[in-house]
């Protein structure tokens, strides 16, 4: 296989030019076409793979919502003034000059699997031979009583990075002296799994920073959270008696919110807070249930050497939405898997060589400036599951200089991530 | 393609040599205590501090006798050398552009240059963010000038590879697959970017291939700590390694 650099590719597209001004049904014959739902780790990876590695032999149509994409991964580490917003925000012009994507800015609310055509809000249709599926999560908003869209606009979850998270930062700003954070943690499975807690470490910061006396008290439905040794270590010496921590055997149980009282009722006692953040329960993206793809857990089922739906095999299901086995919902685990299924969806369309399958992730959290810790693993399809095969975790105790090269590291990875996603 | 059985020494060994002060064929014991001391001065023993401050360099960087390049180029006979001048090794065109417009490594410029190497010349690769006291940056260069310009053939060599373990001369012989390293190397680029940019990760394109696979095994056996590195590296297998490299290697650094 002859390689091409990124210049000899554009160029190359150049000189296709020609026939990509031919009318949409001339190209369809001529190329198999690959539909991507969702432009995040996942779906803009998979879109990138297949359109580079493919050298222009696959049509690729990239669907998001959104003109832009801010990144979940690091929105933390805005909200705790270590990022501005612009530098989490991404476009995808890169991937329709430099590699011929398609994109298409609008919500795609129906898959006609018989007809293979993704139907969009507008009541167009795209069709496709292969189908990826990369929506993330949505939210379960009834998961907790009193909680809503609506509510969310006061007490924002943050747990899509956008205007949420832009909500969060601006009522994290505003608390003062003698005021209290609530936080409710999300129940398992959940996007990020250490999200909320690098979160934590941020509000800390945040007020450490600017000497205001607060607390931040952190409700949540599980007994025990990711990396919990680190973040607690880190919070008594950084932030001392700013954090609590409680679990269900302490609280009880989550029973309802009021965001309009700022109260979070527990068995055990109402908390008042002047700033809530409310992280629902989640399931997939909204598309994979409406295309019959999500199984009794509100995710989607897939097939561990390939990320091909078990349900349909034209369409593979990738990132949060994915039932991943032992693999964490992560931008990481996103990316990771979307090289496997775009190497599996070039191997079927253009007979490409395919490897067997394998998996990786890993996870920096900041805790604060220059104190990053980590977390990763290897995966490989066993018995039918992704199952791990090694890990590692940073451990307590570790010197400063450790900590700081983590965080550095943490910083390369992101700019090598998003480059890896958007070209 | 280097030679396999280049006997190559290592900084530390030849730090080893000097620091122990093994005395050499070329330089005969000094006759009398002004001799001693006219020999320290000019041949300069290496300062120990230069030495220690070398260590933040030498995980990219060899000098001394039969050094090679790495992530950066080798240091033999950097004082005076005109930036980006090796034709064997893949600069920036950052750094090339500098040398074409007359940059010579002088101390001086080395010295600004070390002080904040991304402002000194913007677009450069090198990882590091600058050496604070120039102090420091004296002694370093100081220790740098003396020990590049060594006559560096007549110390004894020691072959550093032998001491890790799982790792041969051999392995450097298996072909490695860029079609399979390319698919390996989804893994890689997650982090290392393949352009060769270096944003908080090193840059892992281009390298030599005899190097890259050294330092895989050095990451497998703890020689180079970083848990991610152990972990990604940890169960490739020798075939593996060699189709990484020849991918990596078959990169241009843009």
């Known amino acids: ?423 | 393609m280097p030679t396999r059985t280049t006997v190559r020494m290592t900084v530390f060994s030849m730090l080893l040599a000097a620091g122990m002060g093994v005395a050499t064929a070329t330089s005969p014991a000094p006759a009398n205590a002004q001799q001693m001391a006219n020999a320290q001065q000019t041949a300069a023993e290496p300062d120990p501090a230069g030495e220690r401050l070398f260590r933040a360099c030498k995980s990219c960087h060899e000098v001394g006798a039969n050094a090679k390049h790495k992530v950066g180029p080798h240091l033999d006979g950097v004082i005076g050398r005109i930036a980006g001048s090796l034709e064997d090794f893949r600069y920036s065109k950052a750094m090339r552009a500098a040398g074409e417009g007359g940059l010579a490594w002088s101390e001086e410029n080395l010295h600004a240059y070390l002080a904040k190497p991304r402002d000194f010349i913007p677009g450069n690769r090198m990882s590091y963010r600058g050496m604070a006291s120039a102090e420091d940056r004296t002694t370093l260069i100081t220790w740098l000038a003396n020990v590049s310009a060594a006559a560096p053939a007549e110390n004894p060599v020691s072959e550093q590879t032998s001491a890790i373990p799982g790792f041969s001369e051999a392995l450097l012989e298996v072909e490695g697959d860029p079609e399979y390293g390319e698919y390996l190397a989804g893994e890689c680029v997650t982090c290392h970017q393949p352009t060769g940019h270096v944003e908080g990760i090193p840059s892992i394109v281009g390298l030599p291939r005899d190097y890259f696979i050294r330092s895989l095994f050095e990451y497998k056996n703890n020689i180079r700590s970083n848990e991610v590195m152990k972990l990604r590296v940890g169960n490739l297998s020798n075939e593996e390694i060699a189709a990484l490299a020849a991918y990596f290697g078959s990169l241009e650094p843009q």
């Not at chain 1, 450490?208 to 919990?228: C, H, N, R, T």
């Open chain 1, 1 to 423: 296989m002859t390689r091409v650099n990124r210049r000899q590719f554009s160029t190359l597209l150049g000189a296709g030019a020609a026939s990509l001004s031919l009318p949409y049904y001339a190209r369809a014959q001529a190329k198999p076409r690959v539909v991507v739902i969702g432009g995040g780790a996942g779906g803009a990876t998979a879109a990138r793979y297949i359109a580079k590695d493919s050298e222009g032999a696959i049509d690729v149509t990239l669907i998001d919502d959104s003109e832009t994409f801010t990144t979940c991964f690091f929105s933390n580490l805005y909200l705790g003034g270590f990022r501005d917003f612009g530098s989490i925000t991404h476009g995808y012009d890169k991937l329709q000059s430099d590699y011929g994507i398609t994109k298409v800015t609008g919500m795609a609310t129906g898959v006609d699997r018989g007809a293979k055509t993704v139907t969009m809000a507008d009541g167009a249709t795209i069709p496709y031979d292969r189908l990826v599926v990369s929506p993330g999560i949505d939210l379960i908003w009834d998961s907790i009583e009193g909680y809503s869209e609506e509510a969310a606009q006061i007490a924002p979850h943050a747990w899509k990075a956008g205007p949420q998270t832009q909500l969060l930062k601006e009522k994290l700003d505003a608390v003062s002296n003698g005021q209290q954070i609530v936080m409710v943690a999300p129940p398992n499975p959940y996007r990020c799994p250490p999200g909320p807690y690098e979160r934590i470490s941020m509000m800390a910061h945040v007020l450490k920073s600017k000497g205001v006396d607060a607390k931040i008290i952190v409700l949540d439905p599980k007994e025990k959270f990711s990396k919990q040794g680190l973040f607690q270590e880190g919070w008594e010496k950084h932030y001392p008696g700013m954090v609590e921590w409680y679990g269900p055997d302490v609280h009880g149980g989550i029973k309802s919110v009021d965001v309009a009282a700022g109260t979070v009722e527990t068995d055990l006692d109402t908390f008042k807070g002047d700033l809530l953040n409310i992280i629902p329960a989640q399931k997939a993206g909204m598309i994979a249930a409406a295309a019959g793809l999500t199984d009794d857990s509100g995710f989607c089922p897939i097939d561990a050497t390939s990320m091909r739906s078990t349900v349909d095999e034209n369409i593979f299901v990738i990132g949060d939405a994915s039932i991943a086995g032992a693999m964490p919902k992560s931008g990481f685990s996103a990316n990771s898997q979307a090289k496997v299924a775009a190497m599996n969806i070039r191997g079927e369309l253009i007979s490409s060589k395919v490897f067997p399958a394998k998996y990786s992730n890993t996870c920096w959290s900041l805790i604060e400036t220059d104190d990053g810790v980590k977390v990763g693993a290897q995966y490989a399809p066993s018995e039918g599951k992704i199952a791990s095969t090694s890990s590692f975790i940073s451990q307590t105790g570790e010197d400063a200089a450790v900590r700081k090269a983590t965080y550095e590291e943490s910083i390369g990875w992101y700019a090598g991530i998003t480059a890896d996603m958007f070209g």
